[in-house]
């Protein structure tokens, strides 16, 4: 058994960062992310007067409920989605500021205009200096009394993540009414530490119901990312081998570590503890469909994968993966087709049959789960390339190292 310590949650990260921000008093994070997108959250906190000390496997933030120490800020959210959307809406609650904001050229392809339409719903002055609904973004803050709002978050759940944790920063809190709902268990992971940093939101159904207050700083431990531990459990469902990741256990936050049930379908054998996750497997996968619309980050790890099953696998209700980093559902597909593989697609699903994968470079179009999904496909297909191979940065910045001594284990 190979025992693979991953690390933190990006998605934790980001949210611990929002929240410890937010609150009132010093907030210390355990063992949190390390890597482009987080780096460049802690950066954008910094850049709007938040105190940021960072050790190795702790970091400290100096709360502010009042909002960011400066009244000017001009911030660069690199690649990150989850800071690309969280930090202007922590901005947007200041009592006064401008504060701007922009990104890379893949992040401004990116959708939000679910997000900035809500917040000038609540009376934030807003305006997209280039493209309506994606950035560059300008914000001009005084405050946000609260109120109702009407949002569909079937294109992102952080639509719906950002003004949850919003809310308590509010005169008077949110009441939300979601009409369209994707990748539900990240709203789960939401709700979950909004609690642990003192504030419980109200759901009946698709409504959500935020109170104002504020929040209570805390020690947070950040969990093992559970989409980076996908790319270790398919490679032992694949390989026939066994991996364990500690940290990911029955109570884990994240919706991703599901992941592991598709490969119980899939026939590998799955078992959960109260701290741990191990998957083994004879290395024989059997094909099936499978609705991944809230575990879609994994998507591209089952892809990738797929050719070795016994029979087709389909994958469907991942439109969302569409207006990703890249189009993951089209990416998945072209690098699979030049690997020789049969593969299908619609506007929603993809359909890949088995086959025989032969080597070779795989378009990464800079999106790091595309890289280290298809990492797996090489176990089987030795050979493979990447034209951009460091974009695992992102969320792994030693994934290769990482991967190559995990390989080199099970091939042992």
């Given at each position: 058994m190979?025992?693979?310590h ?6 934790v990260t980001?949210?611990?960062l929002?929240?410890?921000?937010a ?17 460049g959250?802690?950066e ?5 007067g938040?105190?940021v000390a960072?050790?190795p496997?702790r970091?400290h933030?100096e ?11 001009d911030?660069?959210c ?11 809406t ?7 500021g401008?504060?701007r ?20 719903t ?5 305006h997209?200096?280039?493209a ?7 914000i ?7 109120g ?6 079937g ?6 993540t950002?003004?949850l944790?919003?809310?308590p920063?509010t ?5 939300i ?14 709700l ?8 419980e939101v109200?759901r009946?159904?698709n409504?959500?119901?935020v109170?104002?207050?504020g ?14 531990a996908?790319y270790f459990f398919?490679a032992?469902a694949?390989?026939?081998r066994?991996v364990?990741v500690?940290?990911?256990?029955r109570?884990?936050?994240?919706g991703d570590?599901r992941f ?7 026939g590998?054998?799955?078992r959960?503890?109260a ?8 290395g024989?996968?059997t094909g ?6 809230d575990?879609s ?6 892809a990738?994968?797929?050719?070795f ?10 439109a ?15 690098n699979?087709r030049?690997?020789?593989i049969?593969?299908?697609t619609g506007h929603?699903w993809?359909?890949?049959?088995p ?14 789960r595309i890289v280290?999904s ?6 089987r ?5 990447y034209?951009v191979p460091?974009?695992v ?5 030693r994934?290769?190292?990482a ?9 042992g």
């Amino acid at each position: 058994m190979t025992v693979i310590h991953i690390p933190g949650s990006k998605s934790v990260t980001a949210r611990a960062l929002f929240l410890a921000a937010a609150a009132d008093g010093t907030t210390t994070l355990v063992r949190p992310l390390h890597s482009d997108d987080t780096e460049g959250f802690t950066e954008g906190l910094t850049r709007l007067g938040y105190a940021v000390a960072r050790e190795p496997d702790r970091w400290h933030i100096e709360g502010r409920p009042a909002g960011p120490a400066v009244t000017d800020a001009d911030v660069y959210c690199r690649d990150g989605a989850t800071t690309a959307r969280f930090l202007p809406t922590l901005a947007a609650a200041a009592a006064s500021g401008t504060y701007r904001f922009d990104a890379s050229a893949q992040m401004r392809r990116r959708p939000l205009a679910p997000l900035t339409e809500a917040l000038r719903t609540l009376g934030v002055v807003l305006h997209h200096e280039a493209a309506e609904g994606h950035h560059p973004l300008r914000i001009k803050a005084s405050g946000i009394k609260g109120g109702e709002l009407t949002l569909d978050a079937g294109e992102s759940s952080q639509y719906l993540t950002a003004l949850l944790m919003l809310g308590p920063l509010t005169a008077e809190g949110l009441r939300i009414d979601v009409t369209e709902l994707v990748s539900a268990p990240y709203i789960e992971i939401t709700l979950a530490m909004m609690r642990s940093f003192g504030v419980e939101v109200g759901r009946e159904g698709n409504t959500f119901t935020v109170p104002p207050g504020g929040y209570r700083p805390t020690t947070y431990a950040v969990e093992p990312d559970a989409s980076t531990a996908s790319y270790f459990f398919a490679a032992a469902a694949l390989t026939g081998r066994e991996v364990t990741v500690p940290g990911l256990g029955r109570d884990a936050l994240q919706g991703d570590l599901r992941f592991v049930d598709v490969l119980r379908r899939m026939g590998a054998d799955v078992r959960t503890t109260a701290d741990a996750t191990t998957v083994g497997s004879t290395g024989t996968l059997t094909g099936l469909t499978v609705n991944m619309r809230d575990i879609s980050d994994t998507m591209p790890t089952l892809a990738a994968i797929a050719p070795f099953a016994t029979s087709p696998v389909r994958i469907e209700d991942v439109a969302n993966t569409r207006v990703k980093e890249c189009d993951r559902l089209d990416a998945c597909a072209d690098n699979l087709r030049r690997m020789g593989i049969t593969v299908h697609t619609g506007h929603d699903w993809i359909e890949i049959h088995p086959g025989t994968p032969r080597p070779t470079e795989i378009t990464t179009h800079g999106d790091h789960r595309i890289v280290m999904s298809f990492a797996v496909t090489g176990l089987r297909a030795p050979g493979m390339t990447y034209d951009v191979p460091g974009c695992v940065r992102k969320t792994f910045p030693r994934f290769h190292e990482a991967f190559a001594d995990f390989a080199a284990t099970t091939a042992g």
